[in-house]
C-alpha cells in the first residue's frame, strides 16, 4: 500500500499527463474556474492560485505538446481579472445587506474609504502576490468605495505583473534538464511544503485550545 503510494507520487508526471491529454481544451476551463474561484470568491481563498499559475506554466514547458502556455498565459489573466472585478462587485453591495452594517461600523467604514482614496492603488497591485490577503482586498475595495476607474487599472497593473511573473518563472524553471527528469517529486515536494504552514497553524491552534482547557 505504502509502496504503491510512493511510487505513484514519485511518477505523477506519467499519470497527469494521460489526464490532460484526455481532458483536452477542458483543462485550461478547469484552470480557469480554479483561478478565478479564489481570486472571485472569498470562501474559496484557499485555493493554491498562484502555486497553480507557476507549476501549469512548468508543465507546459516539460510536457511540451500537452498544455500551451499561449493559452495557459490568456486563461490566467482573464481569470484573475475577471475575479477581482466580481469581488469587488460583491464588496460595493455588502451595504445592502444588514449584517454588514451591524459589522462595519459608519465610523470604521469612513476610515477604510480615507485609506482606499490614499493607498488603495498600491494595495490593489502589490496585494495581489500576497496569498490569501489578494483575495479579499477587491471585496474590500469595494466596501470601501474606491473609486471604479482607479481599482480597474491599478488590478489590471497587478494581475499582468503576476500572470507575467508567475508563467514566465514556471516555464523558466520547466527548461531544465533535472526538472524535467525530476517533476513529480518537485512538485510533490512544493505542494508539502505549502501545507506545512497551515499544519502548524493548526496545531498551534489545537494546543491552544488544550491549554485553555
Given at each position: 500500500?505504502?509502496?504503491?503510494?510512493?511510487?505513484?507520487?514519485?511518477?505523477?508526471?506519467?499519470?497527469?499527463?494521460?489526464?490532460?491529454?484526455?481532458?483536452?481544451?477542458?483543462?485550461?476551463?478547469?484552470?480557469?474556474?480554479?483561478?478565478?474561484?479564489?481570486?472571485?470568491?472569498?470562501?474559496?481563498?484557499?485555493?493554491?492560485?498562484?502555486?497553480?499559475?507557476?507549476?501549469?506554466?512548468?508543465?507546459?514547458?516539460?510536457?511540451?505538446?500537452?498544455?500551451?502556455?499561449?493559452?495557459?498565459?490568456?486563461?490566467?489573466?482573464?481569470?484573475?481579472?475577471?475575479?477581482?472585478?466580481?469581488?469587488?462587485?460583491?464588496?460595493?453591495?455588502?451595504?445592502?445587506?444588514?449584517?454588514?452594517?451591524?459589522?462595519?461600523?459608519?465610523?470604521?467604514?469612513?476610515?477604510?474609504?480615507?485609506?482606499?482614496?490614499?493607498?488603495?492603488?498600491?494595495?490593489?497591485?502589490?496585494?495581489?502576490?500576497?496569498?490569501?490577503?489578494?483575495?479579499?482586498?477587491?471585496?474590500?475595495?469595494?466596501?470601501?468605495?474606491?473609486?471604479?476607474?482607479?481599482?480597474?487599472?491599478?488590478?489590471?497593473?497587478?494581475?499582468?505583473?503576476?500572470?507575467?511573473?508567475?508563467?514566465?518563472?514556471?516555464?523558466?524553471?520547466?527548461?531544465?534538464?533535472?526538472?524535467?527528469?525530476?517533476?513529480?517529486?518537485?512538485?510533490?515536494?512544493?505542494?508539502?511544503?505549502?501545507?506545512?504552514?497551515?499544519?502548524?497553524?493548526?496545531c498551534y491552534r489545537f494546543m491552544k485550545k488544550r491549554t485553555a482547557v
Amino acid at each position: 500500500m505504502i509502496s504503491s503510494l510512493l511510487y505513484f507520487l514519485a511518477h505523477l508526471q506519467l499519470y497527469l499527463i494521460p489526464v490532460i491529454e484526455t481532458l483536452g481544451g477542458w483543462i485550461y476551463i478547469a484552470i480557469f474556474v480554479l483561478i478565478f474561484m479564489e481570486t472571485g470568491l472569498v470562501v474559496f481563498a484557499f485555493l493554491p492560485g498562484e502555486s497553480l499559475v507557476f507549476f501549469a506554466s512548468t508543465l507546459a514547458a516539460v510536457t511540451g505538446s500537452s498544455l500551451d502556455i499561449k493559452i495557459l498565459i490568456p486563461v490566467f489573466f482573464f481569470a484573475a481579472l475577471i475575479g477581482d472585478t466580481v469581488n469587488y462587485e460583491i464588496g460595493r453591495n455588502l451595504h445592502k445587506l444588514p449584517f454588514f452594517k451591524k459589522l462595519l461600523s459608519e465610523d470604521k467604514l469612513t476610515k477604510a474609504q480615507a485609506y482606499f482614496d490614499k493607498h488603495g492603488g498600491k494595495t490593489v497591485m502589490f496585494g495581489r502576490f500576497v496569498p490569501l490577503i489578494r483575495t479579499f482586498i477587491p471585496l474590500i475595495s469595494g466596501s470601501a468605495r474606491m473609486n471604479y476607474k482607479r481599482f480597474c487599472f491599478y488590478n489590471l497593473l497587478g494581475v499582468l505583473l503576476w500572470v507575467f511573473l508567475g508563467s514566465s518563472l514556471g516555464y523558466f524553471f520547466g527548461q531544465f534538464d533535472f526538472v524535467q527528469n525530476n517533476f513529480s517529486i518537485i512538485l510533490v515536494t512544493f505542494g508539502l511544503i505549502s501545507v506545512v504552514p497551515g499544519l502548524i497553524i493548526s496545531c498551534y491552534r489545537f494546543m491552544k485550545k488544550r491549554t485553555a482547557v
